[in-house]
Nanobody, 124 residues
Framework: QVQLVESGGGSVQAGGSLRLSCAASGYTYSNYFMAWFRQAPGKEREGVAAIYSNSDSTWYADSVNGRFTISQDNAKITLYLQMNSLKPDDTAMYYC?????????????????WGQGTQVTVSS
């Protein structure tokens, strides 16, 4: 049973930084995709950043490219999202996701395993 638990959300002023963490357990595969998604009230869940465990290849949404960095620890059991230069538009619930076979790393439909989410609020 794959379990994903996010942490690190909070409230910050525009221009500030936050680091989200996602602790993964129960994954028996050595190669898999992990990603961060976010969902603001009244909007669809969108892909923010993704990483492939075997190669550390990464993908970013245009809206966060250059400001956010996705990474994994050496044991590949904790996923991180370093968020810098935060904007009010970054306000959303942030979710961690994982799966073994993914066509589009930033497409929410390609992931079957999800965490419960952590709230990020950026004030102007």
């Amino acid at each position: 049973q794959v379990q994903l638990v996010e942490s690190g959300g909070g409230s910050v002023q525009a221009g500030g930084s936050l680091r989200l963490s996602c602790a993964a357990s129960g994954y028996t595969y050595s190669n898999y995709f992990m990603a961060w998604f976010r969902q603001a009230p009244g909007k669809e869940r969108e892909g923010v950043a993704a990483i492939y465990s075997n190669s550390d290849s990464t993908w970013y949404a245009d809206s966060v490219n250059g400001r956010f960095t996705i990474s994994q620890d050496n044991a590949k059991i904790t996923l991180y999202l370093q968020m810098n230069s935060l904007k009010p538009d970054d306000t959303a619930m942030y979710y961690c996701a994982a799966d073994r076979f993914v066509g589009n790393p930033l497409d929410r439909h390609d992931y079957n395993y999800w965490g419960q989410g952590t709230q990020v609020t950026v004030s102007s």
